[in-house]
């Protein structure tokens, strides 16, 4: 059985938002981390931190990432990277229909 660990998405000034594991050595105090849940595999956690807040990856510290996920990525050096935020909903639109006091 695989065991769940928890991660944390922590906000880095000149790397943006990164996706840590529990026991990083990188892991920000307790006031500047957001805790996104206990996953059983880091694209799980990416997954779940990607749906509440935008430009979020993975700490090259702690989450190393298989060749077979992200080949391009594991390799290439990490860009500085701009503040991130969470996305925008959209706002229902209304639809609004005539009524009719009298009976025609």
């Known amino acids: 059985m695989y ?6 998405v922590c906000d880095h000034a000149r790397r943006g938002l990164l996706l840590h594991t ?3 050595e990188q892991l ?5 981390r957001a805790f996104i849940g206990s996953m059983y595999n880091h694209s799980q956690a ?3 931190a990607a749906a509440q807040y935008t430009n979020v990856h ?3 510290c702690c989450i190393t990432v298989n ?19 969470k996305p925008k909903r959209k706002k229902p639109v209304k639809i609004v229909e ?3 006091h009298f009976p025609l």
């Not at 920000?28 to 500047?32: K, L, N, T, V």
């Not at 992200?70 to 860009?79: D, G, I, N, T, Y």
């Open 67 to 85: 060749e077979t996920t992200e080949p391009e990525k594991s390799k290439a050096a990490m860009p500085a990277l701009c503040r991130a935020t």
């Open 28 to 32: 920000p105090g307790i006031d500047s």
């Open 58 to 60: 993975y700490c090259p």
């Open 22 to 24: 529990a026991g990083c």
């Open 98 to 100: 005539p009524v009719r």
């Open 46 to 48: 990416l997954t779940v």
């Open 3 to 8: 065991k769940a660990t928890k991660y944390y």
